[in-house]
């Protein structure tokens, strides 16, 4: 094998190393973007939850005070 056929077969390994890195980037671009939405949707799934458990609580609350008022006149 010569200098030649020893320096083409490098370049092509290290062109297919570059491919697959490329690959590799792109499919990690793509997983990011995807958990960045995932994240996203989550966030504001939290903040409802968040917001429909404080009117829970409010509720309860109100009918704690409205028990305890009916309690108090009896």
Do not use: C, F, G
């Not at 094998?1 to 190393?17: F, H, I, P, S, V």
């Not at 690959?23 to 939405?37: D, G, P, V, W, Y």
């Not at 458990?53 to 005070?65: D, K, S």
């Amino acid at each position: 094998m010569t200098q030649a056929d020893t320096e083409k077969l490098e370049l092509a390994a290290l062109e297919t190393r570059v491919d697959e890195l490329i690959k590799t980037i792109e499919s990690l671009a793509n997983e990011n973007e995807a958990l960045r939405n995932q994240q996203a949707t989550l966030t504001a799934e939290r903040a409802t939850l968040i917001e429909k458990t404080e009117q829970a609580r409010a509720r309860v609350e109100a009918m704690i005070a409205r028990l305890k008022a009916m309690e108090t006149r009896s």
